[in-house]
């Protein structure tokens, strides 16, 4: 028998009651408590415990209690009641690997996931991304008109797409769900003709039609939640889209559409290799880091557009009214307002 204080829930006033061991259970002033119901409670100065289903309930040890009771009472938590039951090291162990599953999870589910989400919702995901698509782009005279003429050389018929130039003085193109393309101004005053263009436009449809940015974003959404960091900023940060990263088989997987779409227009893809090794060459000078960074450019990659030249015939991709309309199309354009903090 040891000497206790106890709050029985019902009552503000502490009493001092004698504790007995039972079995498996304890008297605690006469009346019977499992051992299953206790649970330890942190406390500087005294071994203090809570019972289940008995709100405010506390029974308190001011001295160390015999070892027949201390055998029945919950032993002391270091960690937690889990961890302290199983081991620090195999709680280690199991929680890494549940956090493994869960990682790979996060990144392989969009796979799976993208096909099940209607177009038109990846739409709208896309004009929330920007708002009026049309609002931001180059007005130039005939640009447009040449730009949707290049996107019809390259994906004939597919009315789906919607293909832009924006005046950002950065060498990139993005990709918004919903298959909305933006070409910056900076890619158009960096590429030395439509032929160059016309390959980085096909490489961009090739994600469109992979759906890959909203893979990426719905990959990126899920690790951000893991790391504690879901606020809702998703659906309105056009940053997330200018600087995601798409893996190495969704770049080669767009290379791929690329080069089959240039071979159907008839349009050469040694164009598309010569603009890649020169924006490589020339880096940051130029601003290519913007396209490099998000569109890594590997000497496999070049190879593979300039070794997919065929023996047919080829054309140009614009005729050269046609390009002039389309590399000046930004140049009376105000620079873009929503791309600056990024």
Request: charged letters at 20%; aromatic letters at 6%; proline letters at 6%.
């Amino acid at each position: 028998m040891a000497a206790a204080w106890l709050y029985d829930g019902r009552s503000p006033v502490r009493r001092d009651v004698d504790v007995a061991a039972a079995g498996d259970a304890l008297v605690v002033d006469g009346e019977r408590v499992a051992a299953d119901d206790l649970s330890g409670i942190d406390h500087d100065h005294a071994r203090v415990f809570g019972r289940d289903g008995h709100p405010g309930w506390r029974l308190g040890f001011d001295s160390p209690p015999p070892a027949d009771i201390a055998a029945i009472l919950p032993a002391r938590q270091k960690f937690g009641r889990w961890i302290d039951r199983h081991g620090l090291w195999r709680a280690a162990v199991v929680a890494t690997v549940v956090s493994a599953v869960l990682v790979v999870g996060v990144l392989s589910a969009p796979r799976w996931i993208a096909p099940l989400i209607p177009m038109s919702v990846e739409r709208r995901l896309g004009d929330t991304l920007i708002g009026d698509i049309d609002s931001h782009s180059c007005s130039g005279k005939g640009g447009q008109a040449a730009l949707d003429a290049l996107a019809a050389r390259i994906e004939p018929g597919r009315a789906d797409l919607r293909v832009r130039a924006v005046p950002v003085p950065m060498v990139n193109a993005i990709t918004l769900p919903g298959g909305t393309i933006l070409i910056f101004d900076g890619l158009l005053k960096q590429a030395a003709g439509p032929d160059e263009l016309a390959g980085v436009l096909g490489h961009e449809i090739g994600h469109v039609r992979h759906r890959d940015t909203l893979k990426g974003l719905l990959r990126e959404a899920g690790l951000t939640i893991l790391t504690g960091g879901a606020n809702g900023a998703l659906a309105n940060n056009a940053g997330m889209v200018v600087a995601l990263r798409y893996s190495r088989d969704a770049e080669g997987d767009a290379d791929d559409y690329a080069i089959d779409a240039l071979r159907r227009a008839h349009v050469s893809p040694v164009q598309t290799a010569g603009f890649f090794q020169r924006l490589a060459k020339q880096g940051d000078a130029s601003g290519a880091l913007a396209w490099l960074s998000s569109h890594p450019v590997s000497a496999d990659r070049r190879a593979r557009f300039l070794n997919s030249r065929g023996t047919g015939p080829v054309t140009p991709a614009l005729d050269a009214t046609q390009w002039r309309a389309l590399s000046t199309m930004c140049a009376g354009d105000r620079q873009a307002e929503w791309w600056r903090p990024f």
